[in-house]
């Protein structure tokens, strides 16, 4: 069948979308997310189908492609070009598959991942994967596969040197800036630490928030390389990079629900550790009952998982389990825990001690895992004698900042102070109510805004005292957030 | 957050959708598939999100709206429009539940089926309430419950008869228009018998569409209630009318990796019986290995289930299990299938033998549900006596159809005849491939293509003699259907 081109001049975010009059897809008895091949001068494109009875959108005769399909075919408007029917992809059999509760093999989860990438699954499509994982859990041996996969089917960081060490932390606390300390620190040390992070999703800052506050994290991998050949170090935003690409893909799909399949989450952080070549690897899992990890039983299960799965990938790892009761560090949001972090490197009595002692703990379990003693002491030792800050200076010249004193970093300029209404000490903060009102205030796309903690659990009150300050660099959201600080139980004083 | 309207001219088939630039999105702290308020003129809507990082397709400032969203609140292009945040639909947490094995409850089930049917959730997340459904198996309450939400948030026809007669039978053995031989029996013999159909989703023809030869088969529910009252039988097209439309839409997301929950398959069918209030509703489940049902042990399980449900309804259920082997009937593919049935109305001896069988047993089946006896008897009475065909006749007029001699409906030109290698008796049936060519002969789009059986399991065959013909409109696809035919084993004689 000979169809014209309408440039429907919308895009689907990935996948290659055709749409198509219903009288015409009837005609070749397709179906909505059926695939179909467009052929234009030699070049074969498989897209999924949409059907459209509105011949305002699509008449009969025409077909209508999404910019995916413009860009990969260089088509133009009314060019003819030749329909026929494609076959599914193969990987929509091994979904079914495993929803029916089947294990998949190394082929079918190399071919998953394959179409993931290629952007040959409907997001309808990977939902049923993801949701196939969710209810019948991966097997070890699956997990590790689609770790494999998932970093064969996109770039790789080869650093061609030993150890590379690499850590990561689990989310859901707010603060908890802990590269931003560790990475300099162990770089100092002389020992490569290649680290990709992440930006916020649902949290006031992801590390790569916070590290974008003193230099750029947007880098080809190319340049992220010379930048680790030349610091030993660097924080780097992993989502500039094509390193396992799928797992960016189905995170995209789980977020509706707001889902995490235990082997996603597992695949998906090994991946990206495996890309860059990391051969020492420290998982720090965080636990409270608000935290993506809920419990000591959870956090316990997830640990065995990377044991065995860091065993199979020939590769050092090591699981702590550590208190998510509370935010790590004052600052929340990336100009205020950038501020933090600035401090702790520059021994300036203001920095959070919390903070300071978790990323010690974080680097001296890295210390001892690549046979180095007394690492606590040699953090601390490198930490006092100012090596960690000027790392932490070259690395972010390196990455195309500029030196900044810690007090000149900009906070947002609207502030408020919320105090104690009585005599007593912190029992209780609650995570979900600091991270609201720090992203309602404006963070992260407002990089000054956030809270800033002036107490932490235990800590003893008095009425009146300040217990927080919600920074806002924008009146309007500002004002909100105020509102429902006001209006939420966010600090449990007894 | 005000914007100006862009209508980007492409339609959704059912959400609210709208797109926002990347910049915009993040002020809000918004991502796909999260749910955004537009209000113009004081009309609200809650719509479906989309991100486009491309200014080409939605400048920052603007917002890009579907057709449903441009029909919904009468936009025009630069439409100034006031933007906020919404809640997700509440059915999205009840989903997740589902997801993690709990049972969902009458408030849940109601709310889910309210969100589908008023288009509040994406294709996503419809998918993963189909995949909760389908591997964490719903219970028989919880399907009760499914049932009778799809009926209440849809239209209901209500006769105030008693009793009202229905047939359904599970789909997926060619030919097996019971249906079009039935309804006229039992409307002649008195009884109400509203029957609604589907169209071919995967079959080379649906009983609305065989139908279609003969008769109008779309008609409002108004219209459908005259003809009833008239005639006391039709056999109109479920999809015109708003029969429990929820299920429409969940069917549709099921097609993609052509699963088919068993609680929705049942709830489905009860409440499409429902909503047209039959009392008396016979149920027929073939097996056969590529059928939908595959063997005895699910037909008993389904079995038990549906008569379950009937109890709960309050309605009277019987369910037979019978032999899906082979087609039911000699024509395949609608203008073929509806000369069998008017051939064996009419007492032609070209009828084919098997089809009356079946028909037969499942009225004498109907007939001892409402207290009749001698049913078999009687519905051979009114077969021979002509009354099921002049009540057919009527039941076409009535439907704006013409009364049509069975040789003279119009049968595709291009035709093709399959005949036996060898001498022997017919041992095997491929369904599939009888079904694969019909369909690529062009059943059921181009009516008169398909396949005629000349021959049946068991039935003695010699070398030469023909097997099959395979008709089709159109000689580029009955090209096609031939070669097909030529290199599948779609008979075995032995």
Known sequence: MKLRVKDIDTSSGGPLIAVMNQKD??????????????????KIDTVVLDVTQNSKIVPKGKIGVFEEVVNSLKLRNDD???????????????????????????????????????????????AYFVAACYTNV????????LTKAMVKHGDVLNLHKYPVIDKHSIGGIPGNRTSLVIIPIIAAAG????KTSSRSITSPAGTADTMEVLANVTFPIKKMKEIVLKTKGCIVWGGSLNLAPADDKIIAVERPLEIDAESQLLASIMAKKYAVSSTHILIDIPINKDAKVR?????????SEFKKIGKKLRKHVKVIIT????????????????????????????????????????????????????????ALEILN?????????????????????????????FSFDVLSKKNGAVKWIDNIYISKIARIAGAPHDKGSGIYLHKHLGDKVRK??????????????????????KNSKVFIIK
Chains 1, 2 share one sequence.
């Open 323 to 378: 208190d998510g009761k509370q935010p790590i560090g004052n600052g929340i949001g990336p100009a205020l825990e950038a501020r933090d972090v600035l401090w702790l490197l520059k021994r300036d009595p203001r920095a959070p001690i919390d903070l300071e002692k978790k990323c010690l703990m974080m680097c001296a379990k890295l210390f001892t895992m690549i046979g180095i003693k007394n690492g606590y002491s040699k």
């Open 80 to 126: 003819s070009v030749q329909i026929s029917v494609a076959r599914k992809p193969l990987s929509i059999d091994f979904i079914k598959n495993k929803l029916n509760g089947q294990r998949l093999s190394k082929k079918e989860i190399y071919q998953i991942v394959w179409d993931i990438v290629h952007n040959k699954l409907s997001s309808v499509e990977l």
């Open 295 to 303: 419990n000591r039983a959870e956090a316990l299960r997830l640990k």
């Open 385 to 413: 004698s100012g090596k960690a800050y000027t790392k932490m200076a070259e690395i972010i010249k390196a990455q195309g900042g500029k030196e900044i004193a810690p007090d000149k970093i900009k906070i947002g300029k």
């Open 25 to 42: 897809a009837d005609l070749l008895d397709l179906h909505v997310m059926d695939r179909l091949k467009i052929k234009k001068r030699g």
């Open 464 to 485: 009146g005292e300040k217990l927080f300050t919600i920074y806002s660099e924008s009146r309007h959201e500002f004002e909100y957030a105020k509102d429902v600080a």
């Open 191 to 194: 020992y490569y630490i290649p």
């Open 138 to 145: 991966m097997s070890t041996e699956e997990t590790i596969l």
